[in-house]
């Protein structure tokens, strides 16, 4: 195996104190919101998600597939329902989960907590078109507080924030 940033990241952290696997694993994700297609609407994300054990078990872009499809969507999409690893699991998203989204449309901060994943590291919140992340406008939480209000610990790295918000200048 050839040793690459991603096969040499490691296992990630157990709790909510972040380890060198779990920044390691953010900048992934973060790299990864570069790879989307171009949209003068839509934020560009990047999404790993790591079982305990250090497997990845699916990454993802906002658009890779589809063209409204968002970075946390793809990657969950290619999981089975009910893969037993998705309890321990750990997504790293470089910005946080949606809380809303249009008619017919997921949001991922509910796909994750259906999926039973129990752990985020995120570079930011939620992004708006407005320049700030956190709260939506429209419901009055973001995704990192609807996922913890059901207990999933969500872990902000902040000192990743300009790295998930590069690829998304043309909107903040």
């Known amino acids: 195996m050839t040793n690459t940033p991603e096969n040499m990241c490691g296992r990630p952290g157990p709790g909510v104190e972040p380890t060198t696997a779990d920044r390691a694993w953010l900048a992934v994700a973060c790299q990864l919101a570069t790879e989307c297609p171009p949209s003068r609407t839509e934020f560009s994300a990047g999404v790993v998600v790591l079982a305990d054990d250090g497997t990845e078990l699916a990454r993802a872009y906002s658009r890779q597939h589809e063209p409204h499809q968002h970075a946390a969507e793809g990657a969950l999409a290619q999981i089975a329902p009910g893969d037993p690893r998705l309890p321990t699991a750990t997504v790293y998203s470089s910005a946080g989960p949606c809380a809303e989204r249009g008619p017919g449309l997921r949001p991922c901060a509910e796909l994750i907590r259906e999926a039973g994943i ?14 700030a ?19 999933v610990t969500v872990i902000e790295l902040s000192e990743y924030a300009d790295a998930a918000k590069a690829p998304n200048q043309h909107l903040l």
């Open 118 to 131: 129990r752990r985020v590291i995120t570079a930011c919140r939620e992004l708006h078109t407005d320049g």
């Open 133 to 151: 992340s956190g709260t939506d406008g429209a419901s009055g939480t973001d995704g990192t507080e609807r996922l913890e209000a059901v207990g």
